[in-house]
C-alpha cells in the first residue's frame, strides 16, 4: 500500500486519509461538500452532490486520474426523494462505461445532503 501525497488534498482535518493507493488501484475515502479548508458548504442537494464529486476530482487530478478511471462508486444520499436527481446529476459525471455502483439512503444523519467515496484504476485500459 502507498501512503497517500497529501493529507489535505481536498481540505481534510478528520482523522483519516484523502486516499490510499494499492497496485493499480486508488481508494477514496467520502467526499462531502467541504471547502479546501474542512468545513461544511451546505446548499440544495445537487449543489453538495456537485461540490463533493468536484473533490473527487481535484484529489484524482492531483494522481493523474480523472472520473473516467473510476471503476466503483460508493454514494450515500440522506433523503430517497432526492434520487431522481442524484441520477440524474451522476450521468453529468460519470458516462459509459458506467462504474459499478452502489447507493444507499437515509445513513447520513442529516449533516449533509450526498456523499461519495470511489474507488479508481491507475493501470491503463486495454484497447
Not at 493507493?21 to 449543489?47: C, K, M, P, W, Y
Not at 476530482?57 to 486520474?65: K, V
Not at 446529476?89 to 439512503?105: C, G, K, S, V
Not at 445532503?113 to 470511489?118: A, G, N, P, R, T
Amino acid at each position: 500500500m502507498t501512503r497517500p501525497i497529501s493529507e489535505t488534498a481536498s481540505g481534510n482535518t478528520a482523522s483519516f486519509s484523502p486516499y490510499y493507493r494499492g497496485g493499480d488501484f486508488v481508494f477514496l475515502s467520502g467526499q462531502a461538500a467541504v471547502d479546501e479548508n474542512g468545513h461544511i458548504v451546505a446548499g440544495t442537494f445537487a449543489e453538495e452532490m456537485r461540490r463533493s464529486i468536484e473533490n473527487v476530482q481535484t484529489i484524482l487530478a492531483g494522481l493523474g486520474l480523472r472520473l473516467s478511471d473510476v471503476v466503483k462508486v460508493g454514494a450515500y444520499v440522506e433523503d430517497p426523494a432526492d434520487l431522481p436527481e442524484y441520477n440524474r446529476i451522476y450521468r453529468e459525471y460519470f458516462t459509459a462505461p458506467l462504474p459499478a455502483r452502489t447507493t444507499l439512503t437515509n445513513c447520513l444523519g442529516g449533516v449533509v445532503k450526498f456523499e461519495l467515496d470511489v474507488i479508481a484504476y491507475q493501470g491503463g485500459w486495454p484497447s
